[in-house]
Protein backbone atom coordinates (compact mmCIF):
# COMPACT_ATOMS: atom_id res chain seq x y z
CA UNK A 1 0.00 0.00 0.00
CA UNK A 2 0.55 3.53 -0.52
CA UNK A 3 0.39 6.19 2.01
CA UNK A 4 -0.96 9.48 0.84
CA UNK A 5 -0.22 12.51 2.68
CA UNK A 6 -2.73 15.22 2.39
CA UNK A 7 -1.79 18.67 2.47
CA UNK A 8 -3.24 21.88 2.84
CA UNK A 9 -2.49 25.23 -0.34
CA UNK A 10 -1.14 27.45 1.81
CA UNK A 11 -1.93 31.29 2.05
CA UNK A 12 0.09 34.01 -0.42
CA UNK A 13 0.96 35.75 2.71
CA UNK A 14 1.93 33.09 4.60
CA UNK A 15 4.40 31.69 2.19
CA UNK A 16 5.80 35.41 1.98
CA UNK A 17 6.40 35.52 5.61
CA UNK A 18 7.81 32.45 5.71
CA UNK A 19 10.49 33.59 2.84
CA UNK A 20 13.67 34.40 4.24
CA UNK A 21 14.55 38.28 4.22
CA UNK A 22 17.01 37.98 1.27
CA UNK A 23 14.17 35.93 -0.66
CA UNK A 24 11.72 38.87 -0.66
CA UNK A 25 14.22 41.74 -1.53
CA UNK A 26 14.84 39.55 -4.44
CA UNK A 27 11.29 39.68 -5.22
CA UNK A 28 11.45 43.40 -4.72
CA UNK A 29 14.14 43.89 -6.67
CA UNK A 30 12.82 42.01 -10.13
CA UNK A 31 9.63 43.63 -8.98
CA UNK A 32 10.93 46.81 -9.04
CA UNK A 33 13.25 46.17 -12.10
CA UNK A 34 10.14 44.45 -14.43
CA UNK A 35 8.28 48.55 -13.67
CA UNK A 36 11.95 50.34 -14.54
CA UNK A 37 11.79 48.31 -17.45
CA UNK A 38 7.98 49.03 -18.59
CA UNK A 39 8.47 52.94 -17.73
CA UNK A 40 11.89 53.00 -19.65
CA UNK A 41 9.78 51.38 -22.61
CA UNK A 42 7.42 53.25 -22.86
CA UNK A 43 9.50 56.30 -22.74
CA UNK A 44 12.00 55.03 -25.59
CA UNK A 45 8.65 54.50 -27.93
CA UNK A 46 7.63 58.14 -27.10
CA UNK A 47 10.54 59.53 -27.56
CA UNK A 48 11.31 57.22 -30.61
CA UNK A 49 8.38 58.97 -32.35
CA UNK A 50 10.00 62.21 -31.57
CA UNK A 51 12.46 61.54 -33.11
CA UNK A 52 11.82 60.41 -36.08
CA UNK A 53 9.32 63.31 -36.44
CA UNK A 54 12.52 65.33 -36.06
CA UNK A 55 14.61 63.63 -38.16
CA UNK A 56 11.98 63.82 -41.17
CA UNK A 57 11.57 67.73 -40.77
CA UNK A 58 15.00 67.82 -41.82
CA UNK A 59 14.65 66.07 -45.01
CA UNK A 60 13.27 67.39 -48.45
CA UNK A 61 10.54 64.40 -48.95
CA UNK A 62 9.53 63.45 -45.51
CA UNK A 63 6.87 61.38 -46.78
CA UNK A 64 9.28 58.86 -49.25
CA UNK A 65 8.74 55.28 -49.08
CA UNK A 66 10.88 53.16 -47.36
CA UNK A 67 11.44 56.00 -44.99
CA UNK A 68 15.36 56.27 -44.84
CA UNK A 69 17.44 56.94 -41.61
CA UNK A 70 20.61 57.71 -44.24
CA UNK A 71 20.80 61.06 -45.71
CA UNK A 72 22.85 63.82 -46.19
CA UNK A 73 20.99 66.28 -43.98
CA UNK A 74 22.71 63.68 -40.99
CA UNK A 75 25.82 62.56 -42.94
CA UNK A 76 28.62 64.15 -40.91
CA UNK A 77 30.83 63.74 -44.98
CA UNK A 78 28.08 65.24 -46.45
CA UNK A 79 28.44 68.55 -43.92
CA UNK A 80 31.95 69.09 -44.83
CA UNK A 81 31.32 68.77 -48.44
CA UNK A 82 28.26 71.05 -48.24
CA UNK A 83 30.64 73.41 -46.02
CA UNK A 84 33.25 73.43 -48.43
CA UNK A 85 30.58 74.12 -51.41
CA UNK A 86 29.10 77.17 -49.79
CA UNK A 87 32.71 78.42 -48.54
CA UNK A 88 33.44 78.23 -52.57
CA UNK A 89 30.10 80.11 -53.29
CA UNK A 90 29.87 83.04 -50.76
CA UNK A 91 32.28 82.45 -48.30
CA UNK A 92 30.06 81.11 -45.63
CA UNK A 93 30.52 77.82 -44.63
CA UNK A 94 27.50 77.67 -42.69
CA UNK A 95 24.49 78.86 -44.45
CA UNK A 96 26.30 78.93 -47.77
CA UNK A 97 24.76 80.89 -51.14
CA UNK A 98 26.22 82.16 -54.53
CA UNK A 99 28.04 85.74 -54.03
CA UNK A 100 30.15 88.00 -56.55
CA UNK A 101 33.67 85.97 -56.63
CA UNK A 102 32.04 82.52 -55.96
CA UNK A 103 33.80 80.22 -57.70
CA UNK A 104 32.03 76.69 -56.88
CA UNK A 105 33.85 72.79 -58.06
CA UNK A 106 31.20 69.98 -58.26
CA UNK A 107 31.82 66.25 -59.37
CA UNK A 108 29.30 63.87 -60.74
CA UNK A 109 30.72 59.86 -61.43
CA UNK A 110 28.24 58.17 -63.85
CA UNK A 111 28.64 54.51 -64.83
CA UNK A 112 27.31 52.09 -67.63
CA UNK A 113 27.61 48.25 -68.58
CA UNK A 114 31.04 47.42 -70.30
CA UNK A 115 31.02 48.33 -73.88
CA UNK A 116 28.70 51.17 -73.07
CA UNK A 117 30.40 54.73 -74.12
CA UNK A 118 29.70 56.95 -71.35
CA UNK A 119 29.09 60.27 -72.29
CA UNK A 120 28.74 63.90 -70.44
CA UNK A 121 25.44 64.79 -69.72
CA UNK A 122 23.92 67.75 -70.32
CA UNK A 123 24.69 70.22 -67.11
CA UNK A 124 22.09 73.33 -66.80
CA UNK A 125 21.82 75.93 -64.12
CA UNK A 126 17.55 75.82 -63.73
CA UNK A 127 15.29 79.10 -63.59
CA UNK A 128 13.75 77.30 -60.39
CA UNK A 129 11.55 78.94 -57.87
CA UNK A 130 11.66 78.02 -53.98
CA UNK A 131 8.73 76.80 -52.37
CA UNK A 132 5.48 77.72 -54.01
CA UNK A 133 2.99 80.69 -53.71
CA UNK A 134 4.45 83.44 -51.12
CA UNK A 135 8.39 82.34 -52.00
CA UNK A 136 7.79 82.51 -55.66
CA UNK A 137 6.75 85.84 -55.65
CA UNK A 138 8.93 87.12 -53.26
CA UNK A 139 12.09 85.39 -55.05
CA UNK A 140 14.00 88.62 -57.03
CA UNK A 141 17.62 86.67 -58.12
CA UNK A 142 18.33 83.64 -59.64
CA UNK A 143 21.64 81.37 -60.31
CA UNK A 144 21.22 81.73 -63.86
CA UNK A 145 21.18 85.09 -64.31
CA UNK A 146 24.73 85.19 -62.82
CA UNK A 147 26.48 81.84 -62.98
CA UNK A 148 28.84 80.67 -65.92
CA UNK A 149 28.77 76.69 -65.46
CA UNK A 150 31.76 75.02 -67.50
CA UNK A 151 32.86 71.36 -67.67
CA UNK A 152 36.68 71.59 -66.62
CA UNK A 153 37.36 67.82 -67.13
CA UNK A 154 37.17 63.99 -66.89
CA UNK A 155 38.31 61.24 -65.31
CA UNK A 156 38.07 57.59 -66.22
CA UNK A 157 37.68 54.98 -63.52
CA UNK A 158 36.42 51.32 -62.45
CA UNK A 159 33.89 50.10 -59.62
CA UNK A 160 32.83 46.67 -59.07
CA UNK A 161 29.39 45.67 -59.67
CA UNK A 162 27.73 42.13 -58.08
CA UNK A 163 25.27 40.90 -60.08
CA UNK A 164 21.79 40.46 -58.06
CA UNK A 165 21.06 36.92 -59.93
CA UNK A 166 24.11 35.44 -60.09
CA UNK A 167 25.99 37.11 -57.16
CA UNK A 168 28.73 37.28 -59.57
CA UNK A 169 31.25 40.33 -59.27
CA UNK A 170 31.97 42.55 -62.45
CA UNK A 171 34.19 45.40 -63.13
CA UNK A 172 31.99 48.04 -64.79
CA UNK A 173 34.05 51.73 -65.97
CA UNK A 174 33.31 55.05 -64.66
CA UNK A 175 33.62 58.27 -65.57
CA UNK A 176 34.40 61.67 -63.29
CA UNK A 177 33.03 64.91 -64.96
CA UNK A 178 33.71 68.00 -62.83
CA UNK A 179 32.06 71.33 -63.23
CA UNK A 180 33.14 74.73 -62.77
CA UNK A 181 30.32 77.25 -61.45
CA UNK A 182 31.63 80.88 -61.39
CA UNK A 183 29.74 84.25 -60.39
CA UNK A 184 29.68 86.14 -63.87
CA UNK A 185 32.74 88.83 -63.39
CA UNK A 186 30.68 91.21 -65.72
CA UNK A 187 28.15 91.07 -63.41
CA UNK A 188 29.97 90.70 -60.23
CA UNK A 189 30.19 94.70 -59.10
CA UNK A 190 27.00 95.46 -56.91
CA UNK A 191 25.76 92.00 -57.86
CA UNK A 192 23.14 90.16 -55.17
CA UNK A 193 23.94 87.63 -52.65
CA UNK A 194 21.67 84.68 -54.00
CA UNK A 195 20.42 81.86 -51.36
CA UNK A 196 20.35 78.80 -53.98
CA UNK A 197 22.27 77.68 -56.89
CA UNK A 198 20.38 74.41 -58.42
CA UNK A 199 21.88 72.29 -60.68
CA UNK A 200 20.44 69.54 -63.63
CA UNK A 201 22.35 67.43 -64.92
CA UNK A 202 20.14 64.92 -67.35
CA UNK A 203 22.27 61.73 -68.81
CA UNK A 204 21.03 58.95 -71.17
CA UNK A 205 19.59 56.25 -69.44
CA UNK A 206 22.55 53.76 -70.20
CA UNK A 207 24.48 54.98 -67.49
CA UNK A 208 23.97 55.77 -64.19
CA UNK A 209 24.81 58.23 -61.52
CA UNK A 210 27.11 56.62 -58.60
CA UNK A 211 28.32 59.65 -56.60
CA UNK A 212 28.51 63.15 -56.47
CA UNK A 213 29.90 66.01 -54.27
CA UNK A 214 26.46 66.20 -52.77
CA UNK A 215 23.81 63.68 -53.47
CA UNK A 216 20.66 65.17 -55.92
CA UNK A 217 17.80 66.23 -54.01
CA UNK A 218 15.65 64.05 -56.56
CA UNK A 219 15.82 61.95 -59.72
CA UNK A 220 13.78 63.09 -62.51
CA UNK A 221 12.31 62.03 -65.95
CA UNK A 222 12.56 58.22 -64.71
CA UNK A 223 15.87 58.33 -63.08
CA UNK A 224 17.51 60.44 -66.32
CA UNK A 225 18.09 63.64 -65.20
CA UNK A 226 19.60 64.43 -61.55
CA UNK A 227 18.68 67.61 -59.78
CA UNK A 228 20.18 69.58 -57.20
CA UNK A 229 18.30 72.04 -55.49
CA UNK A 230 21.19 73.48 -54.19
CA UNK A 231 24.67 73.20 -54.66
CA UNK A 232 26.22 75.31 -52.37
CA UNK A 233 24.19 75.22 -48.93
CA UNK A 234 26.54 75.55 -45.92
CA UNK A 235 26.81 73.34 -43.57
CA UNK A 236 23.98 74.95 -41.53
CA UNK A 237 22.10 75.44 -44.79
CA UNK A 238 22.52 71.55 -45.87
CA UNK A 239 20.88 70.60 -42.15
CA UNK A 240 18.25 73.05 -41.39
CA UNK A 241 17.04 74.40 -44.60
CA UNK A 242 13.77 73.26 -44.06
CA UNK A 243 13.93 75.40 -40.89
CA UNK A 244 15.34 78.54 -42.84
CA UNK A 245 12.43 78.30 -45.39
CA UNK A 246 9.89 78.23 -42.57
CA UNK A 247 11.33 82.17 -41.91
CA UNK A 248 12.64 83.63 -45.06
CA UNK A 249 9.62 82.04 -47.65
CA UNK A 250 6.83 82.61 -44.87
CA UNK A 251 6.87 86.01 -45.88
CA UNK A 252 4.24 89.27 -45.98
CA UNK A 253 4.25 90.45 -49.79
CA UNK A 254 3.62 93.80 -48.75
CA UNK A 255 6.08 94.44 -45.92
CA UNK A 256 8.48 91.69 -46.75
CA UNK A 257 8.56 90.39 -42.77
CA UNK A 258 8.30 86.84 -41.75
CA UNK A 259 4.86 86.04 -41.11
CA UNK A 260 6.32 83.03 -38.98
CA UNK A 261 8.20 85.18 -37.31
CA UNK A 262 5.19 87.23 -36.57
CA UNK A 263 3.07 84.57 -35.47
CA UNK A 264 5.31 83.47 -32.44
CA UNK A 265 5.44 86.94 -31.37
CA UNK A 266 1.35 87.12 -31.18
CA UNK A 267 1.27 83.83 -29.71
CA UNK A 268 4.13 85.09 -26.96
CA UNK A 269 2.39 88.30 -26.47
CA UNK A 270 -0.66 86.49 -25.80
CA UNK A 271 0.40 83.90 -23.74
CA UNK A 272 2.48 86.03 -21.50
CA UNK A 273 -1.19 88.47 -21.50
CA UNK A 274 -2.88 85.41 -20.21
CA UNK A 275 -0.17 84.30 -18.07
CA UNK A 276 -0.91 87.49 -16.20
CA UNK A 277 -4.43 87.68 -15.99
CA UNK A 278 -4.53 83.61 -14.65
CA UNK A 279 -2.00 84.72 -11.95
CA UNK A 280 -3.70 87.65 -10.76
CA UNK A 281 -7.49 86.09 -10.49
CA UNK A 282 -6.28 82.25 -9.83
CA UNK A 283 -3.96 84.20 -6.68
CA UNK A 284 -6.86 86.18 -5.38
CA UNK A 285 -9.74 83.90 -5.63
CA UNK A 286 -7.64 81.17 -4.36
CA UNK A 287 -6.67 82.94 -1.22
CA UNK A 288 -10.28 84.69 -0.33
CA UNK A 289 -11.84 81.16 -0.89
CA UNK A 290 -9.19 79.32 1.36
CA UNK A 291 -8.78 82.26 3.94
CA UNK A 292 -11.56 84.76 4.36
CA UNK A 293 -14.68 83.92 5.65
CA UNK A 294 -18.35 84.81 3.74
CA UNK A 295 -21.27 83.73 3.23
CA UNK A 296 -21.74 82.12 0.22
CA UNK A 297 -18.03 80.94 0.03
CA UNK A 298 -18.70 77.00 -0.46
CA UNK A 299 -21.74 78.23 -3.15
CA UNK A 300 -18.89 79.92 -5.27
CA UNK A 301 -16.48 77.69 -4.89
CA UNK A 302 -19.06 75.27 -6.11
CA UNK A 303 -19.73 77.21 -8.92
CA UNK A 304 -15.98 77.24 -9.48
CA UNK A 305 -15.66 73.80 -9.87
CA UNK A 306 -18.73 73.34 -11.75
CA UNK A 307 -17.06 75.55 -14.16
CA UNK A 308 -14.70 73.44 -14.99
CA UNK A 309 -16.79 70.64 -16.77
CA UNK A 310 -18.25 72.81 -19.27
CA UNK A 311 -16.69 73.12 -22.48
CA UNK A 312 -15.57 76.37 -24.19
CA UNK A 313 -17.67 75.75 -27.76
CA UNK A 314 -20.99 75.96 -25.22
CA UNK A 315 -20.12 79.91 -24.81
CA UNK A 316 -18.90 80.45 -27.89
CA UNK A 317 -21.45 82.45 -29.08
CA UNK A 318 -22.09 84.47 -26.35
CA UNK A 319 -18.55 85.35 -25.74
CA UNK A 320 -18.00 85.88 -29.17
CA UNK A 321 -21.00 88.71 -29.40
CA UNK A 322 -19.67 89.97 -26.47
CA UNK A 323 -15.92 90.56 -27.98
CA UNK A 324 -17.85 92.03 -31.12
CA UNK A 325 -19.43 94.31 -29.42
CA UNK A 326 -17.04 95.56 -27.48
CA UNK A 327 -14.77 95.70 -30.97
CA UNK A 328 -12.31 93.53 -29.89
CA UNK A 329 -12.34 90.98 -32.41
CA UNK A 330 -8.88 90.32 -34.88
CA UNK A 331 -7.25 92.25 -31.87
CA UNK A 332 -5.19 90.31 -29.52
CA UNK A 333 -6.87 91.26 -26.16
CA UNK A 334 -9.92 88.90 -27.57
CA UNK A 335 -7.73 85.79 -26.95
CA UNK A 336 -6.02 86.93 -24.03
CA UNK A 337 -9.33 87.56 -22.00
CA UNK A 338 -10.84 84.48 -23.24
CA UNK A 339 -9.10 82.44 -20.09
CA UNK A 340 -10.88 79.16 -17.91
CA UNK A 341 -8.79 79.69 -14.34
CA UNK A 342 -11.26 77.73 -12.51
CA UNK A 343 -8.82 74.56 -12.22
CA UNK A 344 -6.06 77.21 -11.83
CA UNK A 345 -8.27 78.80 -8.47
CA UNK A 346 -8.49 75.14 -7.20
CA UNK A 347 -4.80 74.85 -7.39
CA UNK A 348 -3.60 78.11 -5.56
CA UNK A 349 -6.82 77.70 -2.65
CA UNK A 350 -5.15 74.31 -1.99
CA UNK A 351 -1.68 75.22 -1.56
CA UNK A 352 -2.89 78.68 0.00
CA UNK A 353 -4.87 76.19 2.77
CA UNK A 354 -1.29 74.30 3.79
CA UNK A 355 0.49 77.39 4.48
CA UNK A 356 0.56 78.13 7.74
CA UNK A 357 -1.79 80.22 9.44
CA UNK A 358 0.72 81.29 12.53
CA UNK A 359 2.62 83.12 9.89
CA UNK A 360 -0.07 85.02 9.09
CA UNK A 361 -1.43 86.06 12.25
CA UNK A 362 2.11 87.26 13.66
CA UNK A 363 1.94 89.48 10.64
CA UNK A 364 -1.20 91.21 11.87
CA UNK A 365 -0.33 91.40 15.06
CA UNK A 366 2.71 93.75 13.08
CA UNK A 367 0.17 95.59 11.47
CA UNK A 368 -0.11 93.88 7.73
CA UNK A 369 -3.04 94.33 5.93
CA UNK A 370 -4.15 91.15 4.04
CA UNK A 371 -3.46 91.89 0.63
CA UNK A 372 0.21 92.95 2.33
CA UNK A 373 -0.14 89.43 3.38
CA UNK A 374 -0.38 88.00 0.37
CA UNK A 375 1.64 89.90 -1.69
CA UNK A 376 4.84 90.13 0.71
CA UNK A 377 4.32 86.61 2.46
CA UNK A 378 2.40 84.26 1.25
CA UNK A 379 2.67 84.45 -2.57
CA UNK A 380 6.53 84.20 -2.07
CA UNK A 381 6.40 81.32 -0.29
CA UNK A 382 3.86 80.03 -3.07
CA UNK A 383 6.21 79.85 -5.95
CA UNK A 384 5.68 76.54 -6.62
CA UNK A 385 2.11 76.83 -6.91
CA UNK A 386 2.60 80.31 -9.08
CA UNK A 387 5.10 78.24 -11.07
CA UNK A 388 2.60 75.31 -11.92
CA UNK A 389 0.20 77.63 -12.60
CA UNK A 390 2.22 79.89 -15.13
CA UNK A 391 3.39 77.48 -17.19
CA UNK A 392 -0.08 75.72 -17.41
CA UNK A 393 -1.73 78.82 -18.36
CA UNK A 394 1.18 79.90 -21.06
CA UNK A 395 1.65 76.23 -22.25
CA UNK A 396 -2.44 76.21 -22.31
CA UNK A 397 -2.38 79.76 -24.36
CA UNK A 398 0.42 79.00 -26.11
CA UNK A 399 -1.32 75.60 -27.94
CA UNK A 400 -4.58 77.36 -28.05
CA UNK A 401 -6.00 76.88 -31.41
CA UNK A 402 -9.48 77.25 -31.29
CA UNK A 403 -10.03 80.97 -29.91
CA UNK A 404 -7.75 82.57 -32.05
CA UNK A 405 -9.18 80.56 -35.50
CA UNK A 406 -12.17 82.43 -34.04
CA UNK A 407 -11.55 85.88 -32.97
CA UNK A 408 -8.62 86.70 -35.11
CA UNK A 409 -8.95 86.20 -38.68
CA UNK A 410 -7.14 88.73 -40.62
CA UNK A 411 -4.89 90.32 -41.67
CA UNK A 412 -2.91 87.51 -41.87
CA UNK A 413 0.50 88.73 -40.08
CA UNK A 414 -1.93 89.07 -36.92
CA UNK A 415 -2.56 85.02 -36.80
CA UNK A 416 -1.11 82.80 -34.01
CA UNK A 417 1.49 80.54 -34.55
CA UNK A 418 -1.14 77.55 -34.36
CA UNK A 419 -3.47 78.95 -36.82
CA UNK A 420 -0.60 80.15 -38.93
CA UNK A 421 0.78 76.36 -39.40
CA UNK A 422 -2.56 75.93 -40.52
CA UNK A 423 -1.90 78.42 -43.21
CA UNK A 424 1.20 76.22 -43.78
CA UNK A 425 -0.63 73.28 -44.35
CA UNK A 426 -2.73 74.37 -46.91
CA UNK A 427 -0.12 76.40 -49.05
CA UNK A 428 2.93 73.67 -48.73
CA UNK A 429 1.10 70.89 -47.96
CA UNK A 430 -1.78 69.12 -49.51
CA UNK A 431 -0.96 68.87 -53.81
CA UNK A 432 2.15 70.94 -53.04
CA UNK A 433 3.85 68.00 -50.99
CA UNK A 434 5.98 70.29 -49.09
CA UNK A 435 5.90 68.76 -45.94
CA UNK A 436 9.17 69.26 -44.82
CA UNK A 437 8.42 72.68 -44.31
CA UNK A 438 5.10 72.10 -42.73
CA UNK A 439 6.96 69.58 -40.29
CA UNK A 440 9.86 72.17 -39.30
CA UNK A 441 7.53 74.87 -38.61
CA UNK A 442 5.56 72.25 -36.26
CA UNK A 443 9.06 71.99 -34.05
CA UNK A 444 9.88 75.73 -34.03
CA UNK A 445 6.44 75.91 -32.62
CA UNK A 446 6.93 74.01 -29.50
CA UNK A 447 10.81 75.61 -28.05
CA UNK A 448 8.98 78.04 -25.96
CA UNK A 449 7.30 75.36 -24.18
CA UNK A 450 9.97 73.13 -24.41
CA UNK A 451 12.31 75.92 -22.48
CA UNK A 452 9.48 77.02 -20.32
CA UNK A 453 9.70 73.82 -18.80
CA UNK A 454 13.85 73.43 -18.72
CA UNK A 455 13.95 76.82 -17.11
CA UNK A 456 11.40 76.34 -14.63
CA UNK A 457 11.58 73.06 -13.75
CA UNK A 458 13.63 73.28 -10.49
CA UNK A 459 10.86 75.51 -9.13
CA UNK A 460 8.11 72.90 -9.42
CA UNK A 461 9.17 71.31 -5.71
CA UNK A 462 7.50 72.26 -2.49
CA UNK A 463 8.95 75.12 -0.66
CA UNK A 464 10.28 74.69 2.59
CA UNK A 465 7.70 76.59 4.69
CA UNK A 466 5.27 73.80 4.12
CA UNK A 467 8.14 71.18 4.34
CA UNK A 468 9.29 72.49 7.78
CA UNK A 469 5.72 72.83 9.75
CA UNK A 470 4.36 69.63 10.52
Given at each position: ??????????????????????????????????????????????????????????????????????????????????????????????????????????????????????????????????????????????????????????????????????????????????????????????????????????????????????????FERRGRVASWDNITPGALGLVFNNYRRVITETAD????????????????????????????????????????????????????????????????????????????????????????????????????????????????????????????????????????????????????????????????????????????????????GDWGLVLAGAFVSIIPVLVLFILFQRYIVSNQVS????
Amino acid sequence: MTDTTLTTAMPATALRQRLPPEALRRRQFFALGWTYLVIIGVATVMLGTFLVAFVASLKVDPLERPFRLAFDQVNPIAWVAAADLGRQGAGDALWGGFAPGGKVTFSATYTAAPGTEIVPPEASVPRRRPGSGVAAALTKYYAIDYALLTETGSADGEMSVTDPDTGASEVWPTRTFTYEIAFDPAKAEGGPWIERTPLDLSAPTSQQLVASTLNPTRFERRGRVASWDNITPGALGLVFNNYRRVITETADLQTGNSLFAGWMWNSLLIAVGRVAMTLVVASLAGYALARLKFHGAALIFGLVLFSMTIPAQVTFISNYLIFRDLGLLNTPWAVITVLVVGSHVLLMKQFFETFPKEIEEAAMVDGASRLGILLRIVLPNAMPAVIVNAIMAFQAAWNDFFWPLVLITSPPSALTVQVGLLSLRRSYGGAQGDWGLVLAGAFVSIIPVLVLFILFQRYIVSNQVSEGVK
